[in-house]
């Protein structure tokens, strides 16, 4: 099988904290605490969650916009994690990041044209007619017009400006797209228009992305396989499909059952959370979501991690239920994957 575009292997990020005057340790936060997962070329990987469970700091850390506390992260096989600072270079080139909010990620002075020739003459050495061009293509590809060129963000739409960002992110044809809550800011009407003109856009150019939402919705639609984050840890893994359509983590329950989504089988009551998302800096002993489950099976859910439970079709789980299914298993009474499995590359 060919090897993954990404590979991310037990990457943790944790942020030190200030001693306090008694305090004889140091706390952390935890904001990514073991995250392990992979990305084929041409597919799109999806991270949900809360806001707070870590996925924004999975990208930057995938970047090395912030440095990895521990764990790997290649990319076309090489270690960003231990690569020099010119070789990082070289990969950011290939790994570009979409934000959030359009706006502020554009500068206010700056023209269309300004905005995405920059990177083509640092990068490329355009100038000229060439580059005129080469700006023109770029716009074109994301559906802008000419006209567009001299403008400045404050007279485009907010879905506008994020075609300008796209647009530049692309201008040194990178292979894979970090898409970070591309849509929320967007007018709910152009959110459609938006998935549909990155899907067709993923196809134009082979392009592999990794999509980071809270909205599950967003996620189904667009992505192949999904990574559900529960304060800094993939809490299940699986197709899309599948975990939206039947999931087996009480978390990914809870969050399926809250929101609609189209063509789901959902409860026809929404599961209701008790409590807030804990802090990162003192995340629950054993497993982190016992303070907030529905279906804890007593003191082993506070006192031991669940390990990663893997299902034949790829899937897995880090929940002890799915100990006690393969448990059955082994009675034959059916259920989960007869034994609980290391995290392994799909
Ligand atoms: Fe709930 Fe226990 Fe599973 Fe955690 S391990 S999700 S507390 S049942």
């Keep these: ?142 559906g802008l017009k000419s006209e567009h060129m001299f403008r400045y963000p404050h007279e485009l739409s907010g879905g506008q400006k994020q075609r300008v960002g796209i647009a530049r992110a692309l201008s040194l044809n990178p292979k894979l797209l970090i898409l970070d809550e591309p849509t929320s800011a967007l007018d709910v009407s152009v959110q459609a228009q938006m998935l549909n003109f990155l899907e067709s856009l993923q196809r134009e150019l082979d392009l592999t992305y990794l999509f980071i939402s809270h909205n599950l919705a967003v996620i189904r639609y667009t992505c192949d396989t999904v990574g559900v984050m529960y304060l800094g840890k993939i809490i299940e893994m699986g197709e899309a499909e599948k975990v939206f359509s039947m999931p087996r983590h009480p978390y990914t329950k809870a969050l399926v059952s809250a929101v609609p989504i189209p063509q789901a089988e959902q409860p026809e009551t929404a599961i209701l959370l008790e409590g807030d998302i804990p802090s990162a800096t003192h995340i629950p002993s054993g497993c982190r979501f016992h303070t907030r489950c ?37 009675a034959g009474h059916g259920g989960g994957s007869g034994k609980p499995l290391e995290t392994k590359d799909r």
């Design 294 to 330: 529905f279906e804890k099976i007593g003191a082993v859910c506070e006192e031991r991690e669940p390990e990663t439970y893997c299902f034949p079709d790829g899937s897995q789980v880090n929940c002890h239920l799915f100990k006690s299914t393969a448990l059955d298993d082994e």
């Design 1 to 142: 099988m060919m090897d993954p575009l990404l590979h991310v292997k037990n990457l943790k990020k944790y942020f030190p904290l200030r001693k306090g005057f008694l305090e004889k340790e140091k706390t952390y936060v935890r904001a990514v605490d073991d995250v392990s997962f992979s990305i084929r070329r041409g597919n799109s990987f999806g991270l949900v969650g809360e806001s707070g469970s870590g996925k924004t700091t999975v990208a930057r850390a995938i970047l090395r916009l912030i440095e990895p506390t521990e764990g790997e992260v290649r990319f076309e096989g090489m270690d960003i994690c231990r690569s020099s600072e010119s070789e990082i270079n070289e990969m950011r080139r290939e790994m570009q990041i979409i934000f959030q909010d359009p706006h502020s990620s554009l500068n206010p002075r700056k023209t269309v044209f300004k905005i995405v020739s920059e990177p083509l003459i640092i990068h490329e050495g355009l100038r000229g007619k060439k580059l005129r061009r080469r700006v023109e293509e770029l716009l074109e590809t994301v």
